[in-house]
């Protein structure tokens, strides 16, 4: 089988010819080239591979170094373009398989893919060369329109748990931390940003850079990187046009850029189309408008992933592209005048929050055409059965099976739909109101009542079980939301029963009411549980419009439906119809959630303190009439007269200096409406009869209850029964940290927020020239000093005229106040970044460590990204503490159940077994 291969050149080229050898080579070899002529365009690498040909790779010992995951790999070819401007060597990272294998072992819960490689990449690169790694926390992304543009909470703490693994393992390694908002482009806005923080990078490298210097690289790096997106919208206009040639269907990919790296994340994805004879573009290559119905979306990928997705889905997707070229060539494919068709395939990972609350809105859009999910732990590559999954997609692309994709009937679903839902008004003749819960909400349910709304009870001590309110709502939201979620969508359809039962029996409660209105929480993210109300419009809309419109009881709902938000926000400009009840109202309500703070502490406090079962079976009756003897008063004490509400408008309006005096006797705080008496009373009966009775009090053990918000609260007296099974009663102090505190946080937060505004506006206005321009800077910095003083005085009325006279009567110690905690969180959490639960819950449990507490518990529902963080920055929190034998526990809950066996585990390691078990 020798073969010889003869070449010669002349003016017409090279040409070549085979002599002798094995015929079927020779036939393979001719095969070969007739393939070539025919060969599947690999646009999906080649886009990739053109980005990362562009990105700086310095080989120096000394290089600053940018690592291509979450948020900041899009922005990395920015970020490297203006410290190139400086002579910086920079080298930027893609994450490698290597670093996904080198991750996982670390992780004792389940996070995103993401995550994983992050941490693998940074515990390699640490372990390298290098000057300085640069780790921004992206907090918002450029956006236009009125979207918010967040990035999502594992975005903002991956970075940080990333960064913790690999200094704990290589502590010489330089790691810089910095924050920052991209939703403003102007270089003057992200250089103020920026300066202060790269003074120690400029530093290290020995450059001077005045401001005026980084101004300038910044707008020529602004400008390189969009040099660099229209070279890439050129060459997908390329291998759009070559489809199109060829007659090869298109598959646009819908995933964050990061997402798509090639063979890490997604499943191959690229490669497995390729192979079926597909084109297959990832989505982040086409600049389009946002679509402004998705403006809810406060993430800014997810926003563009369901902007694009719909318009494809209605094959619209031309209208959107701002690119010329790509422009008419999608406009030919969507008019039908090409042989092709393009579908949507969708790249998520699991457990990825955002995409637990998109999905479900992106299946309605695409459910009439051609699409495709994957979701990938980028550990487990099960390739055989998702090549099964991607033939039966491309049969339906290639047999055309969706009549849709022919032009003749359009998807017709619409989040517009979901419009219906939203309230308009409250209306006391014919609105009912609900409240879901997860735990008693009485005492808010009692203020709304004593305001004349109709407001049903829906909550009851002995019949409420939360494991089966949760696991009813997963048959209608899904298993990717957490807890939560599904607990509160299950109390909502029955509330729907509850309201349909009383109609039928001409209850006079809901008598002339026609709408059901259901409240609930939301806020501006980065946590999901802000967007939870339109997973909940959603499935209302399943319900009504897809013949199911039907309870789990089997009743029908022909009535409307509406739901009552209340927005804990600085960012969106919506409707929130709390704000527009009396102002009353808002105060007792606040007070009421203090109330049953307080009435929790004090349950804890007495039946850790119990002698036996007859002591704790005779509390728990005490304990019953007093929340309802609190209940009574303030659905029937706290509603001013008519006159007392004229009196302190009027003051408030002339006086307003004297209007928070006029509050606070007007409307009864001056005794909290005679709470404070109740309470009083009822700690002389149990709280001080048992401090004087205990003998016990040298062996207690303390513990601390922290986590996510709701279901801490949900499972406190759970847990309270299990520890006095377990390790008997007078053997321990329970404590928790109530929801008001949040609230507390929620103002401190905004307070530390504006502080740093106003450092900015004053670095600013040091380089400030124009007269103008120095007094529109003084005139922020006067707002913002203007902003902190109102907050501060909502946080001392929240704490110190409505909360502390309550905890002081009832023998309780007042929690922390929330500027403490945040100040404790700071080692940890340098930016008091992610935004959320997750620096109250560091703050609080390093403080209760520091003070004597023996394990916190980290009460979560699985798959929350904020309470998973906590979970593992554990070691960095112990770091922080001078109590050397504390122990930190996650019971993390997938349908609201108690895990007793890591509980038990944790008592066992605190007592020793002898004592355990003694």
């Known amino acids: 089988c020798v073969r010889t291969k003869l070449y010669s050149e002349d003016i017409h080229g090279k040409i070549s010819l085979t002599l002798g050898g094995c015929t079927a080579v020779n036939e393979l070899e001719a095969q070969r080239k007739r393939v070539e002529k025919n060969k599947i365009p690999e646009a999906y690498n080649a886009i990739w591979k053109f980005i990362d040909e562009k990105l700086p790779k310095s080989e120096d010992k000394k290089r600053l170094v940018i690592p291509r995951s979450f948020a900041i790999s899009e ?33 004792p819960i389940d996070t995103c893919a993401p995550n994983i490689g992050a941490t693998g990449q940074f515990l390699r690169l640490a372990s390298e060369q290098h000057g300085i790694i640069l780790v921004p926390q992206i907090d918002f992304l450029p956006v236009e329109g009125k979207s918010v543009g967040r990035t999502c909470t594992t975005n903002q703490g991956g970075v940080l748990i990333a960064l913790h693994f690999a200094k704990t393992k290589y502590p010489e390694a330089r790691f810089k931390l910095f924050d920052i908002s991209l939703n403003k482009t102007e270089p003057q806005n992200i250089a103020d940003q920026l300066y202060d923080e790269f003074h120690s990078i400029f530093e290290y490298y020995e450059v001077n850079v005045p401001k005026d210097r980084l101004i300038n690289a910044i707008v020529y790096a602004a400008k390189e990187y969009e040099k660099l997106k229209k070279e890439l919208e050129e060459i997908t206009a390329d291998f759009i046009e070559e489809a199109i040639n060829k007659k090869l269907n298109i598959s646009i990919i819908c995933a964050r850029e990061y997402v ?23 989505a982040y ?66 457990r990825c ?46 047999k055309n099976l969706h009549n849709e994709l022919s032009g003749k009937k359009k998807t017709n679903f619409s989040i517009g739909f979901l419009d219906k839902f939203s309230l308009d008004g409250l209306y006391k003749e014919t609105d009912v109101i609900y409240f879901p819960t997860m735990n008693d909400n009485r005492a808010v349910v009692s203020v709304f009542r004593a305001s004349g709304l109709s407001v049903i009870d829906n ?36 509330a729907i029963d509850d309201y349909i039962r009383r109609k039928e029996t001409d209850d006079p409660l ?36 897809n013949s199911l419109n039907q309870t789990p009881d089997g009743r029908n709902i022909h009535f409307p439906i509406k739901f009552l938000v209340n927005i804990a926000t600085e960012l969106h400009n919506k409707n929130d119809y709390i704000q527009e009840v009396e102002k009353w109202i808002t105060i007792q309500g606040f007070q009421a959630i203090i109330v049953m703070g307080v009435l929790h502490s004090i349950y804890l406090k007495a039946g850790s303190n119990c002698r036996n079962y007859e002591e704790f079976e005779k509390l728990k009756l005490d304990h019953s009439k007093l929340k309802q003897t609190v209940y009574d008063i303030l659905e029937h004490n706290i509603k001013p007269s008519k006159f007392v509400r004229f009196i302190v408008d009027k003051i408030e309006r002339k006086l307003p200096k004297l209007g928070g005096l006029a509050q606070y006797f007007g409307y009864g705080l001056f ?34 209850v922290e986590g996510e918000v709701y279901l801490r609260v949900a499972q406190i007296e759970e847990i309270l029964k299990f520890l006095i099974d377990t390790i008997g009663f007078g053997s321990f102090n329970l404590s928790y940290t109530p929801i008001w505190c949040y609230f507390e946080y929620i103002f401190e937060s905004r307070i530390t927020f504006a502080n740093r505004d106003i450092n900015m506006y004053q670095n600013k206005l040091k380089y400030a020239d124009e007269k103008s321009e120095k007094n529109r800077l003084m005139n922020l910095i006067k707002e913002k000093k203007c902003h902190i003083r109102e907050t501060t005085k909502t946080i001392n009325n929240l704490r110190n005229v409505l909360a502390k006279p309550l905890y002081k009567v009832s023998g309780m110690q007042i929690p922390y106040k929330m500027k403490k905690i945040i100040a404790e969180a700071k080692p940890v959490l340098p930016t008091f970044k992610p935004c959320g639960e997750l620096v109250p819950y560091v703050g609080e449990t390093i403080s209760q460590l520091n003070e004597g507490t023996d394990l916190v518990v980290n009460v979560a529902p699985e798959g929350c990204m904020v309470s998973s963080l906590g979970a593992i920055l554990t070691p960095k929190i112990l770091q922080s503490v001078k109590n050397n034998k504390a122990l930190i526990q996650y019971l993390f809950s997938t349908d609201g159940e108690l895990n007793e066996d890591l509980l038990r585990l944790s008592l066992l390691k605190i007592f020793g077994p002898e004592k355990y078990y003694s």
């Not at 494991?467 to 709502?473: L, S």
């Not at 005679?674 to 513990?703: M, P, V």
């Open 285 to 350: 290559v086409f600049e389009t408008y946002p679509d402004r119905q998705f403006d809810f979306i406060y993430w800014k990928n997810p926003h563009d992933l369901m902007t694009k997705a719909n318009a494809i889905s209605n094959k619209r997707f031309h209208q959107i592209i701002k690119h010329p070229r790509l422009k008419e060539l999608v406009k030919t494919i969507e008019n039908g005048n090409t042989e092709i068709l393009m579908s949507v395939v969708t790249v998520s990972t699991f």
């Open 671 to 704: 005794n909290n409406n005679g709470i404070r008496r109740i309470l009083k009373e009822y700690n002389y009966k149990w709280l001080r009869i048992q401090k004087n009775k205990s003998d016990l009090k040298n062996r207690k053990i303390k513990i601390h």
């Open 75 to 107: 922005k990395a070819f920015f970020f490297g373009k203006m410290f190139e401007q400086f002579n910086i060597p920079v080298h930027i990272d893609n994450v490698q398989e290597r670093d996904i294998m080198e991750g996982q072992p670390l992780f």
């Open 510 to 545: 809901v008598k002339g009411k026609e709408r059901v209105v259901l409240f609930m929480h939301s806020g501006d993210g980065p946590c999901r549980q802000g967007q939870y109300k339109d997973i909940c419009k959603l499935n209302f809309y399943r319900m009504l419009e």
């Open 459 to 494: 909550y009851n001590d002995d019949s409420y079980n939360l494991e089966e309110k949760i696991k009813t709502g997963r048959k209608y939201v899904g298993d990717s939301v957490c807890a939560p979620l599904a607990a509160v969508f299950s109390d909502m359809l029955h």
């Open 260 to 282: 798509l790296n090639p063979g890490i994340y997604d499943s191959h994805i690229g490669k497995l189309l390729k192979d079926k004879g597909v084109v297959a573009i990832p």
């Open 353 to 398: 929050g955002p995409d637990s609350i998109t999905l479900p809105v992106l299946a309605e859009i695409t459910k009439n055409i051609p699409s495709l999910l994957i979701q990938s732990d980028a550990i487990i590559a099960e390739l055989a059965h998702l090549e099964n999954r991607v033939n039966t997609h491309l049969n339906q692309l290639n």
